[in-house]
């Protein structure tokens, strides 16, 4: 471009366009810059115009084609920045509609089932397909179902007010130190009609008390799983085909089963049943205290008496019962190190432990 | 109980070799679980866990016994001592039929002698967690009662006031026992007494006025079998326990009374060089307490608990192994238990020993067969499933709190008075009430989680409440929540507010709560609802009876009303509905509420309600729908509502 027949001033205007092009930051100023340069009137451009006009009339033409050249780049340059920041300005206003990813994004609330619950519903489920239903019973228990019934003799140690909670105005009534009362409520129920249903096979879910100081291990009030099924000719060859599928349902296909002898005065023959112990496989460990077995339930077949009390014949019917602790169990498989921790109730400890299952 | 591997190893010699892992094992597989072993200076001992029925194990000659019949292996034989009964030295005499047999001796003693007691013996005492006395008498005792399991005690015979007599305690007689307890005596006790009264609680605890020292002269040894029963009540009256106790109060073994006494004699002798003078036994071992009626164990009863077919020989022999008296027929044994187990009674006992002896390991394991159809699970345990999941949905988390309250608490929740639901032996005043609401322990739960730096407490609980009745506590379930704290301001979307009131209301409405939702506010932003269980809804098992809905176009329309700072909601919606009742109005409701300084100090509020109208067989004309806005603002004039410009 020649532009030594405009003026020093067109010059350095022209000089200065490309910086000011530069510093404008949105499309006003481009605009702004543009009537500066190319406006109708006062701009640079009229200026020219008026240059032209003014020129002696063997330079208008080549004045003239170097304005018009100036003006071109002008507008070209002008059109380009516009366009420019019109994309920049479109992408702005996408980024700023579209969502960060890696934000956080509003999460619906989240609570959780008590661990304890986890475990419990996780054994009716176990239970289910062999066709145990859930059985309740109260907590508030009368002496009858809960010892009587069961066989425990008047002078059993358990009976005494050191290990039972009784009530003061209610001398006979106390806080059920297991959940077995559920079988004697069931079996006097079940009693008219045994013949017509055949058996009956329940697992009855539930808190207990025992007078035991609150400490790492000890709580008065916990929980027991108690299951029971009453049959013709029920043995302890299918107590231990049904504990057996229970533990490999709970702990795994690999889980192991050992039954030892024991005794529980509603019961007989009594065992106690161990697993191979979750956590060492059985080389052992801290929690089955090097044994390679951890006790997991009480168990047996129904004692004769416990069914004569609830008027079944016990010729005709036979059956197992078992029971297990639920806060042994759950501090077992989740390395629990205190009980205490369970009825805290604190949400860190139900965040982790429990969930929405 | 306490097991010294070497004194265990000499009953039963067969086990010497064992590895102690294979001797744990074997004895947990024959109902005697090891919870513990210690080994120190070379002494090893077993915590060896006895079940309650199994008083004759109680010992190392009785833990050997069931070993020896597991192992098919024999027993060491007993010391041989002599045994001569001769003159009673003292008269002796049998009142309590409690007491069958009292198997004594009388001995001089060398009181000159210092530390009559064995090294050996010494230190077997101190593996069973006791230190020897350093008399005979004494330490020897204590060493029958843990190496044989028969209990027996010594009397300084010069101390002895006249004769002796075994009877029931009169009414008011007092006993200074062994404990330095001065005991008053019930009726029921059985003691021995002399001339001079009670001497000692039978079974249970000597008395101090008789007890050997180091200066006695002449022991009287009493080697008894007293009733379990009896023994058991009168340990629990006086709430003394002993090793005495816990095995009489089991059953001891009546046909070794005599031996035991030999033996105790013999180890005076032979410890401490004294000198016996006489012994003899006052009544004897009762027909009916050697050979109770003899149990029939069936064939079909043996095979039926087993799971398979046990042969009758077998059977037998396992049973005579463990001392029992079998005689058999065709197809079934009649048993008779030996004189130390009060543990077999009926067949199903015997069938639990022979396969305890055969080895639990060696049952089959089967599932028993489907018999009738499954029950359905209780609609009760449906519903609290139902109602926990959606709460944990909704952010709650479940708990699981004590049901115990103290007085005072429950005074502040409970509609009856808390006497019928008062504990007599609570482990404190403060669990002494069987709660009549939940919310008290979870509003400490929830205050817990606050302090610990919570932010959105959610709490709820499912549990029994109580209530006092003339019959007992009342028990039902109720559903109690809790929330406090701020809820949203932890992502950019969900601005942070407080809880309020509402929130929990809407909780309670999302569970299908219809009643009056009665918040509890006990401050510091909590809010607490209890609800019984039985103000929900059943469970709807099926799908339930189809409901139509309209095809035709629904109309919206907002009214902004302007309204008495004191009018209920409710009450304005039941007035709009009623002046709509011909309208096909689908729905009404609040959906904004606006207050500021201005419209407060006018005592004003601005409400937007939004009706909904749709009908099912035409679509609505702008015309109608406009009348019934209409009627809906009249309906609000009689409220003090007017259109808000």
Known sequence: MNLHLLPPEIEKAHGDFAGHLEACADLDAVMRLKGAYLG????????MIDILKAAPKEQKRELGAAINALKNKWEESLKARQSALEELRRQRAAQAQSWDATLPPPLPPRGALHPLTRLIDRLVGIFRPLGYHV????EAETEAHNFDGLNIPEDHPARGSADTFYFKDHPKMLLRTHTSPVQVRVLKRLAPVIEQKGGVRFLAPGRVYRKDEIDPTHSPMFHQVEGMLVGRGIGMHHLKGTLDYAIKALFGPDAATRFRPSYFPFVEPGCEVDARCPLCGGAGCRVCKGAGWVEILGA?????????????????????????????????????????????????????????D | MRIELGALQSEIPAIAGMELKTLCERLAMIGFPVDAVETQNGVTVLEVDVTANRGDALSHRGLARDLAAAMGAPLAPLPSVPSAEGEALLPVRLEADACPIYATAMLKIDNSRANQTPESAAAFLAAMGSNAKGMAAVDASNELLHRYGHPTHAFDADKIKGGVCVRWAKKGETLLTLDGVNRVLDTKDMVIADDSGPIALAGVIGGDSTKVVESTKRVFLESAYFDPRTVRAAARRHGVQTDASSRFGRGADIAFARAARDIYADRLVSWAGAELLASWTIGQCKQRDMEPPGAFLSKKILDRIAGEPIQLDEAKSILISLGCLVESNDDELIVRPPSWRHDLRIAEDYSEEILRIRGYDKIGATLPPMTGAPEPQPLSYQQRRVLSRRLTQLGFYQTVTLGFTSPDIDAKYADTPPEGRTLVNPLGIEYSVMRASILPSLFDAAEVNLRHGAKDVRLF?????????LDGPDETSALAMVWAGTIGGEDPLTPARSVIVADLIAVARDLGFTGDADIIEPGQGLFGLEIPLSAFSGIEEVIPAFK???RYPMATRDISLLVPLNLSYGVLEASVRSALGSAPLLSVKCVDVFKDNK????????????MRFQSFDRTLTGGEVESWVQAAITAAKQHGGVLRG
């Open chain 2, 461 to 469: 609980e499912i549990a029994p409440v109580y209530e006092s009745s």
């Open chain 1, 40 to 47: 109708r009137d006062g701009s640079f451009a009229a200026r």
């Open chain 1, 135 to 138: 059985e309740e019973g109260p």
């Open chain 1, 300 to 356: 047996g077949l129904v004692h004769p008496d416990v069914l004569k009390f609830a008027g079944i014949d016990s010729d005709t019917w036979s059956g197992f019962a078992f029971g297990m602790g639920i806060e042994r169990i759950a501090m077992m498989v989740s390395q629990t190190p205190d009980l205490r921790l369970f009825f805290e109730n604190d949400q860190r400890f139900l965040a982790a432990m429990g969930g929405l």
């Open chain 2, 599 to 610: 419209l407060t100090a006018e005592g004003k509020q601005a409400w937007l309600v939004r």
């Open chain 2, 548 to 550: 139509p809905f309209s």
